[in-house]
């Protein structure tokens, strides 16, 4: 690999976007609303591998306290995969969360090399799907989010989300 036409650097906000976009073509499921969120949590925390100014590679490494981070969108293109590109910004994105716990939510077939990693398997996951309809049960205690105070919801949600105390130094 020729590492002058090889470079990683942080994402801008925008760029965020084409991880998601990857991550969906990959038949992987992000949300409507994860690059806001993620990168909300972590500015720094997304990282994208240029060969020759065109984006190849992306990371996703979030920051989410002094103690925590979170690995995902680790994504090369299909047709620079298995040259060193992935590897590389792997690496980076580790170096960004050295000394944390990391979490990652990784693809079967990558295990072993997570394991190679230093990750070990939690848990295994399963994913199901169905198609919606029918009448929809209700309950006295359910009430639509909408109907709530924003401020409500955002209490309820800090402990799970952006604890406080994080990091935001940018990868060097």
């Known amino acids: 690999m020729n590492h002058h036409r090889y470079r990683i650097r942080v994402m801008n906000r925008e760029e965020v976007n084409l991880a998601i976009e990857w991550a969906a073509e990959e038949g992987w499921n992000p949300?409507?609303?994860?690059?806001?969120?993620?990168?909300?949590?972590?500015?720094?925390?997304?990282?994208?591998?240029?060969?020759d100014?065109?984006?190849?590679?992306?990371l996703s490494v979030i920051k989410y306290d002094d103690s925590f981070g979170f690995l995902g969108?680790?994504?090369?293109?299909?047709?620079?995969?298995?040259?060193?590109?992935?590897?590389?910004?792997?690496?980076?994105g580790i170096n960004y969360l050295q000394d944390l716990n990391i979490g990652l939510d990784g693809v079967v077939e990558q295990?072993?090399?997570y394991r190679k990693s230093g990750f070990k398997l939690a848990y295994r996951n399963i994913r199901?799907?169905?198609?919606?309809?029918g009448d929809q049960p209700r309950h006295s205690g359910v009430v639509e989010?909408?109907?709530?105070?924003?401020?409500?919801i955002e209490a309820y949600d800090q402990p799970f989300s952006l604890p406080t105390g994080r990091s935001s130094r940018a990868p060097g």
């Open 31 to 51: 949300g409507l609303h994860d690059a806001q969120c993620y990168f909300s949590a972590d500015p720094h925390g997304f990282l994208i591998g240029l060969l």
């Open 73 to 92: 969108f680790y994504i090369v293109k299909p047709e620079y995969r298995g040259k060193g590109h992935g590897i590389e910004i792997w690496k980076a």
């Open 53 to 58: 100014d065109e984006p190849i590679a992306t």
């Open 111 to 113: 295990q072993e090399n």
């Open 128 to 133: 199901y799907q169905g198609v919606g309809g």
């Open 145 to 152: 989010l909408s109907t709530l105070p924003f401020d409500m």
